[in-house]
């Protein structure tokens, strides 16, 4: 053997064994991020391998921006911890997942610990199974505060790069980069994805529900259609263990964007729905079983809109005064003002906080963020009327899941701060819907020839 030979394979020995330490010393430090970068990176090179050059560099660069920034926040919160606290969090919020998950841990692992935490640990408020995969995890690799939130940022990116994926082939490059910038960069959902909070991993599950509702279509072969519905199923469910009121998302959602979108690709089924909807509401409606329901679920969301006004920071008002000084008052708020407490809830739930009442520089830091989402959201109808001209099931079904997570929120809210974090539940819905907006728009402007003309593509790339 050469000696050039040798020293060839002792440099490449030499790097494994350094390699191996470092990776060896950042598990140490922190397993979660050891364990869940290459996800990202993984799946980044699955979603963008089959791209064009420019539009690749455009998706990579992106992405690596997103990743570095977020675990650069991340970095910073560790590093400018309080030492007199065990751990750093970015809101109050996040204390009680890291407290209430470590405690299920420890419970779990016959660690002893005070009755106090135990009480707490089992409490009904709060509950979701995302405590217990976190209790999972760090049974597994240890306690992780701080790889928690990397965690997270792997949830939220894994969401956003799937959804991507889906969008891409129907909506185009342009519309699904502008939709993968708005998702990656929004202040709000930037704050919220690396937070220790349960939203990432709502709207991952929300990401995989969506994806089985498509393919109950889609779905080259009847088995394939078959797992697709048990995994819609599944979804469902897990989507209502990490957050209340998930599986009402999931079921309207699902089944009014199949309906609509079977619907729109047949022009006679389109006309029959179009005649019998209105017929069928109408007569819903005249049910005084059906007017009993929707009367209680209206007082239940004037009752919770109430918990949300009275709790701390900033809120807003939509019922009258005397409803908010009786504790349970709502329960006997006659129809009439039922009615005018929905459409209420609807408008605030797009137009607040309003630019006039802001109360706080972070108000005031934020109304930039509220224009943008105000823009947004004129451009999702356009977006909706493009989308069920390009591919009316998947348009169709962002279009559902959207509505019907708006409608939960808005019916429910009354914090400011609680809404915005709560209205970037719709935003991965809608992002896709605005930039395919942004295209169709500027293309009328320029009056450029409209791409929905040439044949239908929902399946590969352009």
Same mark, same amino acid.
């Given at each position: 053997?050469?000696?050039?030979?040798?020293?060839?394979?002792?440099?490449?020995?030499?790097?494994?064994?350094?390699?191996?330490?470092?990776?060896?010393?950042?598990?140490?430090?922190?397993?979660?991020?050891?364990?869940?970068?290459?996800?990202?990176?993984?799946?980044?090179?699955?979603?963008?391998?089959d791209l064009g050059q420019r539009e690749r560099q455009w998706f990579?660069?992106?992405?690596?921006?997103?990743?570095?920034?977020?675990?650069?926040?991340?970095?910073?919160?560790?590093?400018?911890?309080?030492?007199?606290?065990?751990?750093?969090?970015?809101?109050?919020?996040?204390?009680?997942?890291?407290?209430?998950?470590?405690?299920?841990?420890?419970?779990?692992?016959?660690?002893?610990?005070?009755?106090?935490?135990?009480?707490?640990?089992?409490?009904?408020?709060?509950?979701?199974?995302?405590?217990?995969?976190?209790?999972?995890?760090?049974?597994?690799?240890?306690?992780?505060?701080?790889?928690?939130?990397?965690?997270?940022?792997?949830?939220?990116?894994?969401?956003?790069?799937?959804?991507?994926r889906l969008v891409r082939p129907a909506f185009g490059g342009v519309?699904?980069?502008?939709?993968?910038?708005?998702?990656?960069?929004?202040?709000?959902?930037?704050?919220?994805?690396?937070?220790?909070?349960?939203?990432?991993?709502?709207?991952?599950?929300?990401?995989?529900?969506?994806?089985?509702?498509?393919?109950?279509?889609?779905?080259?072969?009847?088995?394939?259609?078959?797992?697709?519905?048990?995994?819609?199923? +599944?979804?469902?469910?897990? =989507?209502?263990?990490? !957050? /209340?009121?998930? #599986?009402?998302?999931?079921? &309207?959602? %699902?089944?009014? @964007?199949?309906?609509?979108?079977?619907?729109?690709?047949?022009?006679?089924?389109?006309?029959?729905?179009?005649?019998?909807?209105?017929?069928?509401?109408?007569?819903?409606?005249?049910?005084?079983?059906?007017?009993?329901?929707?009367?209680?679920?209206?007082?239940?969301?004037?009752?919770?809109?109430?918990?949300?006004?009275?709790?701390?920071?900033?809120?807003?008002?939509?019922?009258?005064?005397?409803?908010?000084?009786?504790?349970?008052?709502?329960?006997?708020?006659?129809?009439?003002?039922?009615?005018?407490?929905?459409?209420?809830?609807?408008?605030?739930?797009?137009?607040?906080?309003?630019?006039?009442?802001?109360?706080?520089?972070?108000?005031?830091?934020?109304?930039?963020?509220?224009?943008?989402?105000?823009?947004?959201?004129?451009? +999702?109808?356009?977006?909706? =009327?493009?989308?069920? !001209? /390009?591919?009316? #099931?998947?348009?169709?079904? &962002?279009? %559902?899941?959207? @509505?019907?997570?708006?409608?939960?929120?808005?019916?429910?809210?009354?914090?400011?701060?609680?809404?915005?974090?709560?209205?970037?539940?719709?935003?991965?819905?809608?992002?896709?819907?605005?930039?395919?907006?942004?295209?169709?728009?500027?293309?009328?402007?320029?009056?450029a020839p409209s791409p929905f003309s040439r044949s239908r593509s929902?399946?590969?790339?352009?």
């Amino acid at each position: 053997m050469s000696l050039d030979t040798r020293n060839a394979g002792s440099r490449v020995a030499f790097l494994a064994i350094a390699a191996g330490g470092l990776l060896g010393f950042a598990y140490t430090l922190s397993p979660l991020t050891v364990l869940c970068l290459p996800v990202i990176g993984l799946l980044a090179l699955r979603v963008g391998r089959d791209l064009g050059q420019r539009e690749r560099q455009w998706f990579f660069a992106l992405v690596i921006v997103a990743i570095v920034l977020r675990l650069s926040a991340i970095a910073g919160l560790f590093l400018w911890a309080d030492d007199a606290q065990p751990y750093a969090t970015f809101f109050g919020d996040e204390q009680l997942f890291k407290n209430r998950s470590m405690w299920m841990r420890n419970i779990g692992m016959g660690m002893p610990i005070s009755p106090a935490d135990i009480i707490y640990a089992v409490d009904d408020v709060g509950e979701s199974s995302y405590l217990y995969v976190l209790a999972i995890l760090q049974a597994l690799v240890g306690a992780a505060p701080y790889g928690v939130h990397v965690l997270n940022t792997t949830f939220y990116a894994a969401a956003v790069l799937v959804l991507y994926r889906l969008v891409r082939p129907a909506f185009g490059g342009v519309a699904s980069l502008a939709g993968l910038g708005l998702l990656l960069f929004l202040p709000s959902l930037f704050v919220w994805s690396i937070s220790a909070l349960k939203e990432p991993l709502y709207t991952l599950v929300a990401v995989g529900e969506l994806w089985c509702a498509l393919y109950v279509i889609r779905g080259k072969t009847w088995g394939r259609r078959v797992a697709a519905a048990a995994g819609l199923v +599944v979804g469902a469910l897990a =989507l209502d263990s990490v !957050r /209340r009121g998930g #599986l009402s998302v999931a079921v &309207l959602g %699902a089944a009014g @964007g199949l309906v609509l979108g079977v619907a729109v690709a047949g022009p006679r089924l389109l006309l029959a729905m179009a005649v019998t909807t209105p017929v069928i509401a109408a007569l819903a409606l005249s049910t005084p079983a059906v007017q009993e329901r929707l009367l209680h679920l209206g007082r239940m969301s004037a009752n919770y809109h109430i918990g949300h006004v009275v709790s701390l920071g900033y809120s807003y008002r939509l019922i009258e005064p005397r409803y908010y000084r009786e504790i349970g008052g709502a329960v006997r708020m006659p129809p009439r003002e039922v009615a005018a407490y929905a459409v209420k809830s609807v408008a605030s739930y797009v137009v607040q906080p309003l630019p006039w009442k802001a109360e706080s520089r972070a108000m005031l830091a934020y109304l930039p963020e509220q224009m943008l989402w105000l823009i947004v959201v004129a451009l +999702v109808p356009i977006g909706i =009327l493009a989308g069920l !001209r /390009r591919d009316p #099931l998947l348009a169709s079904l &962002l279009a %559902a899941h959207a @509505g019907a997570v708006m409608m939960m929120v808005a019916l429910t809210s009354g914090n400011i701060g609680t809404l915005i974090r709560h209205r970037g539940l719709a935003l991965p819905y809608l992002a896709w819907l605005a930039g395919l907006g942004v295209c169709e728009f500027v293309r009328v402007m320029t009056a450029a020839p409209s791409p929905f003309s040439r044949s239908r593509s929902s399946h590969g790339h352009r």
